[in-house]
């Protein structure tokens, strides 16, 4: 069974940084691609950021320059720094694994406002 489990959410002022941290277990972690996904009241949830096993990152347009995900195999974890942030960042950020339909993490809520 897989379990993902985020940390490093919160409040923080707008131009502020956050480090989020999603740790896994059940699944060959190096063979995985993992993602960031967030999800704000009323709208879809959308990715954030995707990396692959082989290194390959995707982001969305709207974080692209301002936030960096990032694996450590060793660990298990995937992290996404965020830097820059926008009031329109507040969302419920949750780890996934698009490699396991249903495997989900809690998510851990993410707040910009001053």
């Known amino acids: 069974q897989v379990q993902l489990v985020e940390s490093g959410g919160g409040l923080v002022q707008p131009g502020g940084s956050l480090r989020l941290s999603c740790a896994a277990s059940g699944l060959l972690f190096s063979f995985n691609t993992m993602g960031w996904y967030r999800q704000a009241p009323g709208n879809q949830r959308e990715l954030v950021a995707g990396l692959t096993r082989d290194g390959r990152i995707n982001y969305a347009d709207s974080v692209k320059g301002r936030f960096t995900i990032s694996r450590y195999n060793a660990k298990n974890t995937v992290d996404l720094q965020m830097n820059s942030l926008k009031p329109e960042d507040t969302a419920v950020y949750y780890c996934?694994?698009?490699?396991?339909?249903?495997?989900w993490g809690q998510g851990t809520q993410v707040t910009v406002s001053s």
């Open positions: 996934h694994v698009p490699g396991y339909r249903n495997a």
